[in-house]
């Protein structure tokens, strides 16, 4: 039993036994029976099916469309052009915040990135409607595609991420450099990588005159009705979104995107309901995706190994049209303590998509830059990468000097280290060989991620039976929300999972922020214990000043809510139960409503973050180059944890991205067309079974008494970041050759000079 | 997807009028290139035959020792045959190494054989492609080329058969049973898929309205000596980079008879008989095997990306001569190299 302490009323406590537990996932059997309500499961009576033409060039303007020969298709309802599309309230291309990106929606007839929509044709039937697509035959004025990190004019950019400094920079670097007895300099690239979600991004549009409802998997409800609200000059309460499960989001589903628009627009067009898929291809584009980047780091080290100075530069690029730098260089400024540490990047515009944020936007790519970098430091003082890092341990986040709200980034190399076995490894490369010849490497790598915190709302209630009802519009995809968010707000409320009544993913229910940042259950959850400690605290003020009640009088001693009952704190022989204190007053109900933010005051106090060790075991065979990856063991602390199976999953999902960023993804561009030529899941490769060893994750106990008040920090984006490292890292141990270029492929190793037969 | 008719075929005369009747039609077996095809708008055929009725889907013993394979019988069928995994492993072994198991479970014999290549160019409409829409170019040839053909390319088409299959039947010496307007014939296995030259719009020397019936395996024993060996990016559902096909045959410490065929290196499963009579006579050992790896790759040529391939399919010859050679084939089960 845990309990939870209540910054709102400190008088008052509750006590679950929910929070901490391993459930299963409540929605578990919807998904696994097919029962669960995908957005293209929606078929509203008389919906019609839309499909998008998009763009085969990569910049330039579209001449020509036989919108005629799409008509005539049989099945064809209409062709949505840039001349008859419905017009809009707001410009696509307005940008009135670092959060609003810009869209597609034929608005013109410039093509600016490859799979731009062009067009939309809506017909009776998916197979109509996608015929009618290929019968625009569209014709272009093509100009040359900008592509690659070279060639195109460089620039810093106003800000990287979502609105961060581009620049930043502690004590002086040049000269911590110069005084150092051993320099690294070190260029690592990584490339192109999208979303790619099981789910491809999918809309249902009704309107019923200027009312609108919708069924589209989004990771922010309450922004996406913003948005809708704004581009079509409609009140939010007129549109309705339903988002029970997203197939996967990974910040793809972040924003609302072009063609999720098109779907609005193009039921607005014909006058009923439409159904727009993305085709697979379809999200290599307008849906977003991970800019690709060229990482530079410097490192100086004393005689002694510890850092004298730290410089991570990073070129990245962004659309033509639009701002989003992969930032990361920002990964080197918390992990590793050093008296200068300077960060910067440059970017270039490409005719691409807009990149966008992809699970640990900028920790992802930083972190593999400046693990591998690291690993090479270590190499050349001669020390064990994980002593050298304990060597640089920051005490205090390094480039603010703000104490951690809490670090068990100790324990974690500890455990994490003594269950991989670590302190055997050999320091040198190519040492290692397994009982069939193959290569064997260790590797490590530090994982972090900011403790972020969103602003949401949540409604609580108690009812007459003494039930409750807890509500907040936040998004489960895939991650858990759905079982999480509720053992909070049963805790939350002093009662059984079972006997509350847990609603989210609509629009019309409190705002519960974005679920993403790895900041949903923090956020939303601290909406819903809020909202729990006032609908408890009014439950008590009914109860304390009632004269008949075995409460009356204890509102100073406080209460401790439990079980559906409230008892006395400083005598528990005396309770009463919701149910009956509701009957007494009368009230069918009691309802509070609950907030959360995050403190600018402690945040301004302390450094929050997440960390983590992930230890990586790969077997290279020794002339063919073949990598596997055949062990990976992470150690996590992340505060307080929820619901240990669910973290643990977020965990093994994050190293599993780990093993395809480091040996699988990569988006092909064609240099002189600009086309994404491999955009389809037979050959945008991401690991299959075969290629997942034994994964495990440990999770290390932390108590955060700032981050908020239930302790928690966030688990979803963490296990990318140092798992990527780490097997580049066991792959210089097990080969002696460094590939700093991702993924680590087969060439890689050979024109490293992998020895011979 | 463009409208087609859909006719079913109840015997194999009915196939065979059907498609002499419609010359734009296609055959569908197990769907799995030919709908993706056809969602890309690279296939557009008017007519589309589903011969999944015929009597084509069994495996039978041949006169002279050897077996017929149906040109219906699935990929998985065919890999987990008894006979096949007992006397023609290297076969099983190659066909495991494929696709995943989905893919094999629809996969059959003869649209393997017809599986067409994995260029992207050629499934990207939006590119011009010499195989696809021919005298259009071949952007591959300086362009996005990593999992190109290193052998026998022209300069009109790099792209390779990607099929695992074929590489093992290649090595096995099979033949090819066919039927078509002017009745039946057999093709041996080396004279069945072309190279580019300058018609890399056809992939194989069948004529137009021709049906597989079957492929024939003769009986010969390798199965003391043999492996399948595939490099790829994944452990799988991965083409191969450049996979191996070895079966030898060793009598008192000599190489008596030896077939070597590789995958992903070329625009048909890469025979090399010439190499195979330097391995016959020899004495297994690096030194041999580096010597027929080296006559494999005499011609090979890099267009960038793919070079890499040159060097990576000599070491996998040699790796694969070698497990044959020990009698260790490799496992597609427990991928692990030895
Ligand atoms: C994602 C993916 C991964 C794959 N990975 C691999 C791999 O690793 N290795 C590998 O070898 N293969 C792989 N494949 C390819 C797979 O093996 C082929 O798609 C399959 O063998 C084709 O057989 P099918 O019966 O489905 O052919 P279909 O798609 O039905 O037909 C293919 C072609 O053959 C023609 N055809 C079929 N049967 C006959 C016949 N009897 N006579 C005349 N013409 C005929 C059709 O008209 C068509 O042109 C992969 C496929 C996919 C989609
Ligand atoms: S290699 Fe062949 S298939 Fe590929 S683009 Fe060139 S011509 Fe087309």
Request: proline share 6%.
């Amino acid at each position: 039993m845990s309990e939870i302490s209540l910054t709102q009323n400190p008088a008052h406590v509750r006590h679950g036994s929910n929070v901490g537990q391993p459930l299963t996932r409540r929605d578990g059997l919807l998904k696994v029976t097919g029962a669960a309500r995908y957005a293209a499961d929606n078929h509203p009576e008389s919906m019609v099916y839309a499909a998008l033409a998009v763009s085969s060039i990569a910049r330039g303007r579209v001449t020509a469309l036989d919108v005629a020969a799409a008509k005539a298709h049989p099945g064809v309802i209409d062709v949505m052009t840039p001349e008859n599309r419905p017009p809009l309230a707001e410009d696509p291309d307005a940008k009135n915040h670092p959060f609003m990106f810009r869209l597609d929606v034929l608005q013109n007839d410039r093509v600016r990135y490859p799979n731009q929509p062009i067009a939309v044709v809506i017909a009776d039937t998916l197979e109509a409607a996608t015929e009618g697509a290929a019968l625009l035959a569209p014709r272009y004025d093509v100009e040359p595609a900008r592509v690659g990190l070279d060639g195109n004019e460089v620039f810093t950019p106003q800000g990287v991420g979502v609105g961060n400094p581009p620049n930043d920079s502690h004590g002086d670097v040049e000269a911590g450099l110069a005084a150092a007895s051993r320099r690294v300099e070190a260029t690592y690239e990584t490339p192109a990588q999208y979303h790619n979600p099981m789910e491809p991004h999918a809309i249902v549009a009704a309107w019923d005159g200027d009312r609108l409802s919708i069924d589209t998997p989004t990771q922010g409800l309450a922004m996406a009705v913003g948005r809708v609200a704004g581009l079509f000059g409609i009140a939010p309460e007129d549109i309705h979104i339903r988002s029970p499960f997203l197939g996967g989001g990974f910040g793809g589903k972040g924003v609302m995107s072009g063609p999720q628009v098109l779907g609005i627009l193009a039921a607005r067009m014909v006058g009923r309901p439409v159904k727009l898929v993305l085709r697979r291809e379809q999200m290599y584009g307008p849906v977003g995706h991970r800019g690709p980047t060229r990482q530079t780091l410097r490192l100086g080290t004393a005689g002694d190994g510890a850092l004298t100075a730290l410089a991570h530069h990073t070129r990245t690029a962004s659309s033509t049209f639009d701002d989003f730098f992969e930032p990361a260089s920002n990964a080197s400024h918390t992990l590793y303590a050093s008296p200068a540490i300077a960060t910067s990047h440059d970017g270039v515009r490409l005719d691409t998509g807009t990149p966008m944020f992809m699970r640990a936007p900028g920790e992802a790519t930083g972190s593999l830059a400046l693990e591998g970098a690291l690993d090479e430091m270590a190499e050349a003082c001669g020390m064990d990468p994980l002593d050298f890092r304990l060597k640089n341990y920051a005490e205090v986040e390094p480039t603010s000097g703000k104490p951690f709200s809490s670090k068990a980034l100790r324990e974690c190399y500890a455990q994490g280290a003594e269950r991989f076995g670590w302190a055997a490894r050999p320091l040198q490369p190519r040492q290692m060989r397994d009982a069939s010849g193959l290569l064997v490497g260790w590797g490590m790598g530090t994982a972090t991620f900011p403790a972020l915190m969103f602003q949401a709302e949540a409604r609580a209630a108690i009812k007459s039976d003494g039930t409750g009802l807890m509500e907040t519009g936040a998004q489960d995809m895939g991650q858990g929300a759905w079982t999480a968010l509720a053992q909070i707000a049963a805790d939350g409320l002093g009662l059984d999972i079972d006997q509350v009544e847990f609603r989210a993913g609509t629009s019309d229910l409190p705002d519960a922020g974005i679920a993403g940042g790895s900041g949903h259950t923090a956020t939303a959850g601290m909406a819903l214990h809020d909202a729990g400690a006032k609908v408890i605290a009014r439950l008590a003020d009914l109860a304390t000043s009632a004269e008949n009640s075995p409460l009356f009088g204890a509102g100073n001693a406080g209460v401790v809510a439990r079980d559906g009952r409230l008892f006395r704190r400083d005598d528990e022989s005396r309770s009463e139960s919701y149910a009956d204190i509701l009957a007494r007053a009368g009230l069918p109900e009691i309802e509070a409503r609950g907030k959360s933010a995050a403190d600018p005051a402690v945040r301004n106090a302390y450094a929050m973050h997440a960390h983590g060790a992930v230890f990586a075991e790969v077997k290279v065979h020794p002339e063919l180059g073949q990598i596997r990856v055949t062990r990976l063991v992470g150690a996590f602390a992340a505060g307080r944890v929820i619901n240990p199976r669910m973290v643990e999953s977020q965990y093994l999902g994050g190293m599993i991205w780990g093993v395809s960023f480091a040996l699988h993804e990569h988006a092909i561009t064609d240099r002189r067309s600009g086309r994404i030529m491999n955009a389809n899941l037979a050959e945008y490769h991401v690991p299959v079974n075969a290629d997942i060893p034994s994964v495990e994750a440990i999770l290390v106990e932390e108590h955060d008494p700032h981050v908020n008040a239930l302790g928690i920090k966030g688990v979803g984006e963490i296990g990318v970041t140092g798992t990527a490292g780490a097997i580049a890292n066991a792959v210089w141990h097990a080969t002696g050759i460094r590939v700093r270029h991702l993924p680590i492929g087969l060439e890689g190793l050979l024109a490293g000079g992998l020895g011979d037969a | 997807m463009k409208r087609f008719d859909y006719v079913r075929a109840n015997d194999v005369g009915e196939a065979v009028a059907a498609l002499a009747a419609s010359p734009a039609a296609r055959i569908i077996a197990g769907g799995t290139n030919l709908v993706d095809l056809m969602k890309y708008d690279v296939e557009t055929p008017e007519r589309v035959i589903d011969i999944n009725r015929l009597p084509l889907n069994t495996i039978e013993a041949t006169e002279s020792g050897g077996l017929k394979i149906g040109a219906l019988v699935s990929n998985a069928d065919l890999a987990y045959d008894s006979r096949i995994a007992e006397r023609y492993p290297l076969l099983s072994s190659a066909l495991l190494a494929g696709a995943s198991p989905q893919l094999r479970n629809l996969a059959t014999t003869g649209g393997n054989l017809l599986q067409r290549t994995r260029c992207y160019y050629f499934y990207d409409t939006g590119t011009p492609c010499n195989k696809r829409e021919p005298g259009s170019g071949c952007p591959a040839i300086e362009g996005v080329n990593r999992i190109h053909a290193i052998l026998g390319t022209s300069d009109q088409c790099i792209a390779t058969h990607p099929s695992d299959m074929c590489v093992a039947m290649a090595a096995l010496d099979a033949k090819v049973h066919v039927i078509g307007p002017g009745g039946e014939r057999t093709i041996a296995f080396e004279d069945f898929h072309r190279l580019p030259g300058d018609m890399p719009e056809k992939d194989t020397n069948l004529q137009p309205g021709d049906l597989i019936t079957a492929v024939e395996l003769p009986a010969e024993d390798f199965t003391a000596h043999h492996s399948y060996l595939k490099l790829r990016d994944r452990q799988s559902y991965a083409f191969a980079l450049v996979s191996v096909a070895a079966a030898l045959k060793i009598e008192d410490g000599r190489i008596t008879q030896a077939r070597l065929a590789l995958g992903g290196v070329a625009h048909k499963p890469w025979r090399d008989t010439e190499a195979e009579a330097m391995l016959k006579n020899s004495t297994p050992g690096v030194a041999s095997f580096s010597a027929a790896a080296a006559k494999v790759l005499e011609t090979a040529r890099g267009y960038g990306e793919n070079s890499f391939k040159i060097d990576l399919a000599r070491r996998a010859i040699v790796r694969t001569l070698k497990q044959a050679a020990d009698g260790t084939p490799q496992s597609q089960t427990d991928k692990r190299i030895r």
